[in-house]
């Protein structure tokens, strides 16, 4: 299931402008079953985590970049990506 949110991730990036975030719920939201996003969101926090590692997205909170993921934070396709 953590393929998934990496996958789901990475797709719901790509569907919009280069300079946009997606919200972790958002993902979870895609990946839920029967609407019990906040279960998924372990899942989608590890595919993030692995996400960043790569260097495939970056994170940030109200358009201040995070280095790591803590608290609130939105996630945004890297430069390079």
Known sequence: MTTCAYD???R???????EATVC???????IALDGA???????VHAAV???????RVRLSW???PLSTRAGPY???RASRF
């Open 37 to 43: 996003w906040r279960e998924a969101m372990p899942l």
């Open 12 to 18: 719901l990036l790509s569907s919009r402008a280069p």
């Open 24 to 30: 972790p719920s958002e993902v979870a939201r895609a």
């Open 74 to 76: 939105r996630i945004g």
């Open 8 to 10: 789901t991730t990475l």
């Open 49 to 55: 985590d692995r996400l960043v590692q790569e260097g």
């Open 62 to 64: 109200k358009g201040k």
